[in-house]
């Protein structure tokens, strides 16, 4: 079982940043794929970012060039850095973990962490 805890949400003003962090148990942290999703009021899930076990990343369009993904793998943690955030931000922020373990895949969530970009 692989627990994730996320932190650094809250309340910022149009143009902010936060820091969000997600912390995850075990040993094999290196070896998962981590990835930030979020969900708007009222829309679904969507992804907004991930990298790899070996450092590369990818972002969905709308966050380009004003969040960024890193990981800590000495630290078990992942970190989403948002810049210049707008009020369509706005949604409950999720890490999740992917991996396989012999060869069966799993994949686990934590328990989000909600971000509000208002003024």
């Known amino acids: 079982q692989v627990q994730l805890v996320e932190s650094g949400g809250g309340l910022v003003q149009p143009g902010g940043s936060l820091r969000l962090s997600c912390a995850t148990s075990?040993?094999?942290?290196?070896?998962?794929?981590m990835a930030w999703y979020r969900q708007p009021p009222g829309k679904q899930r969507e992804l907004v970012a991930h990298?790899?076990?070996?450092?590369?990343?990818n972002y969905a369009d709308s966050i380009k060039g004003r969040f960024t993904i890193s990981r800590d793998n000495a630290k078990n943690t992942v970190y989403l850095q948002m810049n210049s955030l707008k009020p369509e931000d706005t949604a409950v922020y999720y890490c999740?973990?992917?991996?396989?373990?012999?060869?069966?895949?799993?994949?686990?969530w934590g328990q989000g962490t909600q971000v509000t970009v208002s003024s």
């Open positions: 999740k973990a992917a991996g396989d373990r012999a060869s069966i895949p799993f994949v686990y």
């Open positions: 075990g040993s094999l942290f290196s070896l998962y794929t």
């Open positions: 990298i790899t076990s070996g450092g590369r990343t």
